[in-house]
């Protein structure tokens, strides 16, 4: 079965632009979540949506927003863009309850 | 503060020996463990878990151990191939809430 999908793969912004990120689930996977990798700072948790509703959100500014919409595909949205969030954003879709998270190639974010 | 910390940002070791990666954390509420690798342009991928209740789980070439009273956990490769090279990324559990250290690159040498 197809895997997750993120598009686009490759972006490039310039500061104070948005930007939105798109994330096609497994089929069958409601739960999606939003990781954020940088050089030396590993994953770092963005959000979590279930049924099209945000169920965990980790420590970034509001600049950062997400939706779910019916068919569990997410989007991630990042307004007034900063040389910093030049980031590989990663989207993880699971099962509910489950414990092994299946991640897209990722989106990378390069802000200029 | 971090609470899952993998203090080595790379290990190499020589094909045919082990490879051992270390992952520590802080939060004693961690029910479930896991490894994921990760290869340049792709995403994580699951490698092996473990349970909280448990301190060894083995699955082929990989081991994971769990120390609970150190809050330690480790990974072994035996043999390390080098298709092996990759970023591993150890994460802990809370009520299905995963959080990620900042992950080891292992290279392994033909």
Redesign the interface.
């Given at each position: 079965k197809a895997g997750v999908t993120q598009t686009p793969r490759y972006l490039i912004k310039t500061r104070g632009q948005q930007v939105t990120l798109s994330c096609s689930p497994i089929s069958g996977h409601r739960s999606v979540s939003w990781y954020q990798q940088t050089p030396g700072q590993g994953l770092q948790f963005l959000f979590e949506y279930f049924s099209e509703t945000q169920r965990n959100k980790g420590n970034f500014p509001g600049r950062f927003s997400g939706r779910q919409f019916s068919n569990s595909r997410s989007e991630m949205n990042v307004s007034t863009l900063e040389l910093g969030d030049s980031a590989l954003y990663l989207c993880a879709s699971s099962v509910s309850g489950a414990n092994v998270l299946t991640f897209g190639a990722g989106s990378r974010l390069t802000v200029l | 503060d971090q609470q899952v910390k993998?203090n080595s940002?790379s290990l190499s070791v020589q094909e045919g020996r082990i490879s051992i990666l270390n992952c520590d954390y802080t939060n004693s509420m961690f029910d479930?463990f896991?490894w994921?690798k990760k290869y340049p342009?792709?995403?994580?991928?699951?490698l092996i878990?473990i349970s909280s209740i448990k301190d060894k789980n083995e699955d082929g070439r990989f081991t994971v151990f769990l120390n609970k009273s150190a809050k330690h956990l480790s990974l072994h490769i035996v043999p390390s191939q080098p298709g092996d090279s990759a970023v591993y990324?150890c994460a802990a559990?809370i009520e299905?809430?995963?959080?990620?250290?900042?992950?080891t690159t292992l290279t392994v040498k033909p």
């Open positions: - | 993998q940002p479930y896991l994921y342009a792709e995403g994580p991928t699951f878990s990324f559990l299905g809430k995963s959080t990620f250290g900042d992950g």
